[in-house]
């Protein structure tokens, strides 16, 4: 797993911002209604008030510190700390397995959300929302929960916190069992044998 070292980077006012000790959230996709930043830092906004110990990425287009937008809903749940917005990024690999969750906090309009299987391929658990495919490639392996449903979101958050924290060996399981459902199910090697299936049969 890539060294937690290799997220430092600029928070939300400018900052560095060394995101080594706490439970590491992450969302990747641009700003944009469908993605539902806001649902999320409301979510994010009750987890807080239960447990702090966790700090949050957010990642992709126009998600940085100019997005006053964004900044406003960070500072009206005093997120700034823990936060940071690290905008459109190349090293997408490194990040997915910097994380301890990807979250993917759609409220509409997916399809096959690729970051959830990149994310799993990475090993990293998923936590969604129930919108295209996406809890057709978590399956088991994450948490699925409805769409523009901030406590849901925020209790999937704390269920996957207290199970890496109390439950070590769980967690190595899930992790493990992410990768081999993307490796199962969803890989190249799995369509290309499937279409021939269908064709060739």
Not at 69 to 96: C, H, P, V, W, Y
Request: some cysteine.
């Amino acid at each position: 797993m890539t060294c937690r070292s290799s997220i430092q980077n600029e928070n939300c006012d400018g900052s560095l911002n060394d995101l080594n000790s706490k439970f590491l959230l992450g969302t990747i996709g641009r700003f944009n209604p469908q993605k539902d930043h806001v649902g999320l830092l409301k979510s994010l906004d009750l987890v807080k008030r239960r447990c702090s110990e966790f700090s949050a990425v957010l990642i992709g287009k126009d998600i940085t510190s100019n997005n006053l937008f964004l900044m406003d809903k960070i500072k009206k749940i005093e997120f700034e700390d823990n936060i940071s917005l690290l905008g459109q990024r190349t090293d997408i690999a490194t990040i997915m397995n910097s994380l301890d969750v990807h979250i993917l906090s759609s409220s509409f309009g997916e399809g096959f959300p690729n970051v959830v299987a990149e994310a799993m391929a990475c090993g990293t658990p998923c936590i969604t929302t129930d919108v295209g495919d996406a809890a057709i490639i978590v399956g088991d392996t994450g948490w699925v929960v409805p769409p523009k449903d901030p406590q849901a979101l925020a209790n999937a958050i704390l269920e996957a916190m207290e199970e890496k924290q109390n439950n070590p060996q769980a967690w190595q399981a899930r992790k493990q069992a992410c990768r081999e459902r993307i490796i199962n199910n969803f890989s190249i090697e799995k369509m290309v044998s499937s279409y021939h299936q269908v064709w060739f049969n």
